[in-house]
């Protein structure tokens, strides 16, 4: 049997899908490329797993929990967690597993499970995977609604160089 933290990594989360043509195309530029490339065109990530992973955490610093309407259409990017980082196509990548781990400790924090029914066997593991994909999906929506709320007040404010670490930053002085 798998743990916990397997059966969550083999998951593929979703968000809203206003927000692919709103943010993930406007600051991610599929597929990867150069720093310079990237720059050049105003996009500051790589991959859209890049953006949804610094919008997660973004929603968990500024306590963003929105979870997605039930009314909303949701899309993924067909990229399971496992492979966020994945160290296979590129060299000069990192890897993310750390990443992951952290992600998963702060979901297993702000999730209501009980863990010691969990391993009692009283609590079915894929319903506990269910909520921790929940958790994660309504931080990063969260994530999302900032950002979007940051573009529509400064169109040009992910111009900058520290755009990114600054709206992180202020999620400390809030």
Same mark, same amino acid.
């Given at each position: ?61 500024? #306590? ?11 899309? #993924? ?17 990192? #890897? ?30 894929? #319903? ?47």
């Amino acid at each position: 049997m798998k743990n916990l933290f397997h059966k969550w990594k083999e998951k593929i989360p979703k968000y809203d899908l206003q927000y692919r043509e709103l943010l993930f195309d406007k600051l991610t530029r599929k597929g990867g490329g150069s720093e310079q490339s990237r720059e050049d065109r105003g996009k500051q990530f790589s991959n859209n797993y890049e953006l949804y992973i610094y919008a997660f955490f973004l929603g968990l610093y500024y #306590d963003e929990f929105c979870p997605i309407s039930e009314n909303s259409k949701k899309d #993924d990017f067909r990229h399971a967690i496992q492979f966020w980082g994945s160290k296979a196509n590129r060299i000069d990548r990192k #890897d993310f597993t750390n990443l992951q781990e952290n992600i998963f400790i702060a979901l297993i924090a702000k999730t209501d499970i009980d863990l010691i029914a969990l391993e009692k066997g009283e609590l079915d593991e894929d #319903d506990v995977v269910k909520a921790l994909i929940n958790t994660m999906e309504s931080y990063t929506n969260g994530g999302l609604i900032v950002i979007k709320e940051k573009l529509e007040e400064n169109p040009n404010y992910f111009l900058q160089p520290t755009s990114f670490l600054n709206m992180i930053l202020d999620s400390k002085i809030s």
